[in-house]
DNA sequence: ATAGCCGGGTGGTGA
DNA sequence: TCACCACCCGGCTAT
């Protein structure tokens, strides 16, 4: 039996019964604590998650977290959501939030989303990905998108990062001082001269540029005191 | 309405329904005869596949041909399965070969398959696409502020939004500066005094305060012609 | 993730 | 000047 039978396997995944029809298709499992994802072959890193838990993870912005850490540790990460899709709509979620969570899952985050009806075609998709060389074909047609050309998306994500500024506020004012560094540098009444931007809006603004910063980011070497625990 | 809500269909698409429904959420539907996909929005194309039909160019070996073309000539592939998934198993097709299948449209092929019950999901799915836009992830999901520390997060999360600055480069450079405001208006000189911060990052941070802002927010007045069409 | 609601800031108009 | 109002922002909630 080869290395390429073999699965880890995420010890709180056994009740699930998908390790046990990993072995019924003759795979050697492997039981461990996992920190991140519930299976792994080879090559590939996969998280199981039946409907309900999916939907809930989503509420509670779990998944991302998830899905960045399966990111940065494995290369082929794979989320599988098991059960029926449609009883996912029923559920009574807003369908562009659910299609908005799995677009920004596989486009963003780099996940392969696969939709399983039950246990035994989980381990079936499983079982299929362990025989795949993890490369292979041609080109590598996993292109990193380079970050290049979204130069103006980033002003404006920037400037509308202000207080009290959202995205046509922060468009009125780039318009008016042309640079982000203008906009940066301006005064409070230079600010209010924008159309929507009042004397509050204006000094919230200032208040922030010109506060000095006061570091509360946890230094390695500095012992830290217990200060807000009781 | 703006040039992103548009989308141009397949003729053949017509009897789908799915081009209907498209508009019934507000979209400007532009029928063409397309080559290879049957919806494109801007940055997407999709190719759309009742189970049946699904099975059909699977068994053929078309699935492939037209995953290639669609990635030949669209940087961002995508096949929309529509329908009930657990019937294509009951079809009698051997899991196996579906999850080979589907895992190899998606590893090698770099398609990104969705599944949806039905022609409705389908079009939210494509409106939803419609929308996204290439954005780039810096970390893990930024934790929700409480109000006390909003000052400094503000501060913190508005630097560390420069291009290459993170959480960590972006509390030394405020350390050193002291204020938002003389970041912003540093030089790439100043600005790569910072350890951490390379010529290259401190040229990428220039750019992006210096260069005259190009408004691309839709304007109410202004007619705005399609970006992507031939 | 997305949509909707609500409270509050802003600036313009008309009394 | 003041009061009303349309617009925008952001925070919260439900799905």
Known sequence: MSARNRVVVDEREKPSGVPLLLKELGM???????EVGDYIVPGYAVERKEVG????????HRIFDQAYRLREVYENPVLVVEGDVAQIINHGIKPQALWGALTTL???????????PDQTQTANLIYTLRRKKPHLLKGPVVKRTRKVEVLETTQLQLVSFLP??????????????????????????????????????????????DTPYRPFLKRPRQLKLDENNS
């Open 106 to 116: 596989t486009f963003d985050h780099g996940l392969k989303v696969f939709f399983t």
């Open 164 to 209: 009290g500024i959202g995205l046509k506020l922060a468009d009125r004012m780039l318009t008016k001082f042309q640079t982000v560094r203008t906009v940066f540098s301006a005064s409070a009444a230079e600010l209010s001269t924008v159309r929507g931007v009042g004397k509050v809006t204006a000094n919230r603004i200032v208040k922030i540029l």
């Open 28 to 34: 050697m499992v492997d039981f461990r604590l996992l």
């Open 53 to 60: 838990d999916f939907l809930k993870s989503l509420y509670s």
